[in-house]
């Protein structure tokens, strides 16, 4: 007999659990799905006020009658286009080549490299479209410590380096300078050796077994299709996409020079034919560029025995014509990725026989055009206003003079005689009033004046420095001279003059090729007020050391001087109280030459010029 099993529940009936559990849910999806009402505020228009009539007064223009016979003179003027920005000298070699919106006015970047750092070896700073240069020095391993290398060994090395594909890593063993220049253009023109060195700022470096690698990018903003044509003493070398396109290296029997370019062979009809610098010039191979196609390209210059360097590279347009100069041969341009600069030009030009290069026209390899002169310097003449036209009235002598009783008088001051003080009113009648009789701001004006004699001195020292020259030639040294300037002003009486001076000074050197040619080697600025604290004198010294370089090159002595110097010392009110110059024309233009900035080339008005180079020397 089957027995029925009874279960016991204990609690709520199962129904009502269920029910409950069924709410229970209902109310959970429901906390679920909360709707949210938002209250969008009305947005407040802004209703501007009913305009107001306001009373207008015509203005008249004042005017100056001036008699039809007055000519005014013209104005010379030199206008600069100021870079805006300064950028910091951060050094970023992968970026080189690269020109969308790093260079002039690309982008919204102006970058200007720094013209203290300006050399025929590029700038110390980049701007985007130009060539990094690494330095290395075959005489000294990588930690810079001396290693025994001659010519011929040098020679050797830079064999395996071109057999290597130009790769560092096969000239890894040799001393690599750290600083960096970005070259534009590759024009060197006959120049000491030792100048690369100290360039790079490897002035210990004797002027020979080295080389300069640059890497950057070729690019056009059109199709076009050109050739180089190069001379290099000794070392000369332009690969594109991988390839030797040009080998222009000294063709030197006995070293083996040209052997450094492997087997490549010249395909232009005219080698050898036309002279750049001391040698005659090599022609490259045909290159086709897509417009805006940027090929990798590198640059390679160098020195074996010492003496003389030079490296200088142009360009020829197929299709375009050339002016010919006085070797009946096309003038080709300077290969260039950006316009030179006028302090490029200088660097160039004061080394550069004139009629070799154009320094100036030709394509400027980059993927971008620019209109106008951005960056260049250029010489403008304000026409002179027709006669009869209106011009500034001239600054009146007159002046309103307030006496301590709270009269006024309207005079110009002529002098002091003892205690009196003599002015002369506008009708000429000559007044005297004591001195004591005058406001404050009266007796500043009467005080400055009547300034006190000042003993004022241009301070110069120098040290000279000998270059090591290299053992394989027998040169003579390059001199160098490192100057430094100042300027010291001493009050020659006790008189009481508590007014603020201002001392300027600059350093001219003079051009050994052109003596009407002179270059602003420094220009220093101090401030002083004589008392009894400073002893009412006061000499600063410049904050920089100038270095001079001069030598002797084909009979012809190059370099610059130390030659002229000028020293003046303003009030308050830009009066000069005194000064002190070795030529009386930097005075005369003083206006021009406070337009002027260091490193700019100058003529005797104080006017912009470009140096003069060599004479032509055929060997």
């Known amino acids: 007999m089957k027995k029925n099993s009874q279960k016991i529940s204990k609690g709520m009936p199962s129904g009502f659990v269920i029910s409950l559990a069924v709410h229970a849910a209902v109310f959970f999806v429901a906390g679920l799905l909360v709707v949210f009402t938002v209250q969008q505020k009305e ?11 306001r009373p207008k007064m015509k203005l008249k223009k004042p005017k100056v009658k001036v008699k039809k016979t007055a000519q005014p003179r013209s104005a010379t003027r030199i206008v600069t286009k100021v870079q805006k920005a300064a950028m910091p000298d951060i050094q970023l070699p992968e970026l080189s080549g690269m020109t969308e919106g790093l260079a002039g006015e690309i982008g919204g970047f102006e970058i200007m490299p720094d013209l203290e750092e300006m050399t025929v070896f590029g700038a110390g700073q980049t701007i985007g479209n130009d060539f990094v240069g690494t330095f290395y020095d075959f005489k000294r391993d990588r930690s810079g410590r001396p290693i025994p290398m001659s010519d011929y060994q040098f020679v050797d090395a830079m064999i395996r380096f071109n057999s290597s594909g130009w790769k560092p890593s096969s000239i890894a063993r040799y001393y690599r300078s750290p600083k960096k220049l970005y070259a534009t253009s590759f ?40 050739r180089f044509w190069g001379h290099g003493d000794d ?4 690969r594109v996409d991988g390839k030797i396109v040009l080998n222009a290296n000294w063709e030197d029997n006995n070293r083996g020079t040209r052997l450094i370019g492997g087997n490549w062979v010249s395909s232009a009809t005219k080698n050898r034919q036309f002279y750049y610098g001391n040698n005659l010039a090599w022609g490259g191979d045909w290159i086709e560029l897509k417009a805006g196609e940027p090929l990798e390209m590198e640059v390679v210059v160098g020195e074996v025995p010492g003496g003389t360097f030079c490296s200088m590279l142009t360009v020829e347009v197929e299709g375009e014509t050339y002016e010919n100069n006085r070797q009946s041969r096309s003038i080709f341009p300077m290969f260039k990725t950006e316009k ?53 009235a001239a600054e009146s002598p007159l002046r309103v003079w307030t006496l301590t009783g709270g009269k006024t008088v309207e005079a110009e001051y002529v002098s002091i005689i003892g205690d009196e003080v003599v002015l002369r009113t506008a009708r000429g009648r000559q007044v005297r009033i004591p001195a004591d009789g005058f406001s404050p701001d009266d007796i500043d004006y009467i005080r400055l004046s009547n300034p006190p004699q000042f003993s ?104 610059l001087k130390f030659a002229e110097s000028l020293v003046v010392v303003t009030d308050q009110r830009g009066e000069m109280v005194g000064y002190n110059t070795t030529a009386n024309w930097l005075l005369e233009h003083l206006d021009e030459l406070r337009e002027r900035r260091v490193g700019q080339f100058i003529n005797k008005e104080c006017a912009r010029v470009y140096p003069t180079g060599p004479k032509a020397v055929r060997y």
């Open 187 to 226: 024009m060197m023109p006959p120049i000491k050796s030792s100048m690369a060195p100290t360039a790079f700022n490897e002035g210990d470096t004797v002027g020979y077994a080295w080389m300069v690698h640059y890497k950057g990018q070729l690019v056009y903003h059109d199709d076009i299709r050109f």
């Open 340 to 392: 030179p600069t006028h302090e490029m030009a200088d660097a160039i030009l004061e080394h550069l026989v004139e009629g070799e290069v154009d320094v100036f026209g030709g394509p400027v390899f980059r993927d971008y055009t620019m209109s106008g002169n951005a960056g260049n310097v250029v010489a403008e003449v304000e026409p002179a206003p027709p006669s009869g036209e209106e011009i500034p």
């Open 235 to 238: 070392i000369l070398m332009v």
């Open 43 to 53: 947005e407040k228009k802004f209703v501007p006020p009913k305009p107001v009539d």
């Open 456 to 559: 004022v001195d241009f301070v110069r020292s120098s040290s000279q420095k000998t270059l090591e020259t290299t053992p394989y030639l027998n040169e003579e040294a390059p001199r160098i001279l490192e100057w430094t300037f100042g300027a010291k002003v001493e009050q020659e009486s006790t008189a009481d003059y508590p007014y603020d001076l201002k001392v300027e000074y600059w350093a001219l050197g003079q051009q050994y090729l052109d003596g009407n040619k002179y270059k602003i080697l420094d220009q220093q600025v101090g401030h002083f007020t004589p008392n009894e604290e400073n002893d009412r004198s006061f000499r600063f010294d410049g904050d920089r050391t100038v270095t001079l370089m001069d030598y002797s090159m084909d009979d012809q002595r190059r370099g």
